[in-house]
């Protein structure tokens, strides 16, 4: 079955512990995305990659780290997590050509206390 | 610079009856348009998707979306509305694919949809 997915689904967490969310796909997609997701606002872009060794910023990466050393994988760091970081996050993929739709995870909600 | 607009945060039905789901966007580029469907606790899954083809656009459970490029917008129905419709709902614009450039996609802040009994 085509899917993405994370780990861990829930996580309650301190300032400043690091803490990381994986993501992973299996339809071999070359772009792949991290967003928050925060009542009233939508979902924001936090990073993403186009391909392997190649991340960018998107609209709020600040306090975040991402690395893609692997096609499927993509995750996502919080070095010193704080409370504004607390969220619902989405990873998404889609195939880099073409107008695709993006493949949603099911979420991560993370609180930090 | 792109953006989109879902003009009503909560919208609230009784079963058996239309829904309307208002998004009007803003694009330099020839747009493609999305609406996703986000049930609780649950992640998003698309609904329909408009790539500068027909107009009128289909998706699943019987809903669909007229892309009026006059009026910038992308409004999403449903002829009867059903009990298993209540979610929020997300109209999204895409940049366009220019060969490398940035696949982004720019959310709007959604419309949570209640339906009544």
Same mark, same amino acid.
């Given at each position: 079955e085509a899917q993405v997915?994370?780990?861990?689904?829930?996580l309650i967490t301190v300032t400043g512990k690091k803490l990381t969310v994986t993501c992973s796909?299996? *339809? !071999?997609? @070359?772009?792949?995305?991290?967003?928050?997701?925060?009542?009233?606002l939508g979902l924001r872009q936090i990073y993403y990659? *186009? !391909?392997? @060794?190649?991340?960018?910023?998107?609209?709020v990466p600040e306090g975040y780290k991402v690395s893609r050393k692997e096609k499927r994988n993509f995750p996502l760091i919080l070095?010193?997590?704080?409370?504004?970081q607390t969220s619902l996050y989405f990873c998404a993929s889609r195939r880099?050509?073409?107008i695709g739709e993006q493949y949603f995870g099911p979420g991560t909600r993370l609180t930090v206390t | 610079a792109q953006s989109v607009t879902q003009l009503d945060s909560h919208v609230s039905v009784s079963e058996g009856t239309p829904v309307l789901l208002r998004c009007n966007y803003s694009s330099s580029y020839s747009p493609s348009l999305f609406?996703?469907?986000?049930?609780?606790?649950?992640?998003?899954?698309?609904?329909?998707?408009?790539?500068?083809?027909a107009t009128l656009v289909k998706g699943i459970n019987g809903f669909e979306a007229e892309f009026k490029k006059s009026e910038t917008s992308f409004h999403l129905t449903k002829p009867s509305a059903h009990m298993s419709d209540a979610a929020e709902y997300f109209c999204v614009v895409s940049l366009p694919d220019?060969?490398?450039?940035?696949?982004?996609?720019?959310?709007?802040t959604g419309t949570l949809l209640a339906v009544q009994p």
């Open positions: 997915t994370q780990n861990p689904r829930y796909q299996n *339809m !071999n997609h @070359e772009y792949m995305s991290w967003y928050r997701q925060d009542p009233g990659s *186009m !391909n392997v @060794e190649v991340t960018d910023k998107g609209d070095e010193s997590p704080s409370p504004n880099t050509s073409g | 609406w996703y469907v986000q049930h609780p606790n649950k992640g998003l899954q698309l609904l329909l998707k408009y790539t500068s083809a220019y060969g490398g450039a940035t696949n982004k996609l720019i959310f709007g």
